[in-house]
């Protein structure tokens, strides 16, 4: 599920743009956007699969950690919603600071592949985190 949000975000993340080309016979502009009914789609699978992945990860929590079930899965919440949190702020300070409206997207992005990492770290070596 993760992969899908990850695309999903990928394909977000990209602004509307403009290309010159210059061609044989003269400049050739490029426009790509975005399509409304292609935004609220990507918005649609993302939140499915967000949320079929929030069942997951409490799922992978009890398999991993069933004797710290309560603090594990407290920080996971508690840090997922403090993320939650931030997120309007980084799509305002991303359009403010880069002047991008996709710059909010970008961050998701960022900071979900270091989550994807994490938990690919923390399955690799299950004796480094909060085991007993």
Not at 52 to 80: E, F, N, P, W
Request: aromatic share 10%; proline share 3%; net charge neutral.
């Amino acid at each position: 599920m993760s992969a899908c949000v990850l695309a999903c975000l990928f394909l977000l993340s990209y602004p509307s743009f403009e290309m010159r080309i210059e061609g044989v016979h003269g400049d050739v502009m490029v426009h790509v956007s975005t399509p409304l009914s292609v935004f609220v789609g990507l918005l649609v699978v993302m939140g499915t699969a967000m949320g079929i992945g929030k069942g997951s990860l409490m799922r992978l929590i009890y398999r991993d950690h069933a004797h710290q079930m309560a603090s594990v899965g407290g920080l996971a919440v508690t840090l997922g919603s403090l993320f939650a949190a931030v997120v309007p702020l980084m799509f305002v300070l991303g359009n403010e600071w880069i002047g991008i409206r996709t710059a909010g997207f970008m961050f998701l992005y960022g900071a979900l592949a270091v989550c994807m990492l994490l938990m690919l770290w923390d399955h690799a070596n299950p004796s480094a985190c909060l085991s007993s």
